[in-house]
């Protein structure tokens, strides 16, 4: 199975901006779709955003126009830009990857704090 790594997480002020990694072992444009989800304490993990192999993208509603989603296939890695941070962000963000039978693979996720 792929094998994915992120990284970039950290801790920033509410308006702040990030950008999580998600390095992949292989290639990354075989995969039908590569997205992220996020987990906050005590809560169930939610979908973040996904891109297609197509370069489609979708958001959901509580990141739409803040995040955004891109890969590069040369380096096999996936990112996520996020801009204005809130303190709802705050959650251990995780790589996932849909492959060609449909099967998903996860990373071991990254943390981001957004506090005062």
């Known amino acids: 199975q792929v094998q994915l790594a992120e990284s970039g997480g950290g801790s920033v002020q509410p308006g702040g901006s990030l950008r999580l990694s998600c390095a992949a072992s292989?290639?990354?444009?075989?995969?039908?779709?590569m997205g992220w989800y996020r987990q906050a304490p005590g809560k169930q993990r939610e979908w973040v955003a996904d891109i297609f192999s197509d370069g489609t993208t979708f958001y959901s509603d509580s990141v739409k126009g803040r995040f955004t989603i891109s890969r590069d296939n040369a380096k096999n890695t996936v990112y996520l830009q996020m801009n204005n941070l809130k303190p709802e962000d705050t959650a251990v963000y995780y790589c996932?990857?849909?492959?060609?039978?449909?099967?998903?693979?996860w990373g071991r996720g990254t943390q981001v704090t957004v506090s005062s």
């Open positions: 292989e290639g990354i444009s075989s995969m039908n779709a």
């Open positions: 996932n990857g849909t492959d060609q039978f449909l099967f998903p693979s």
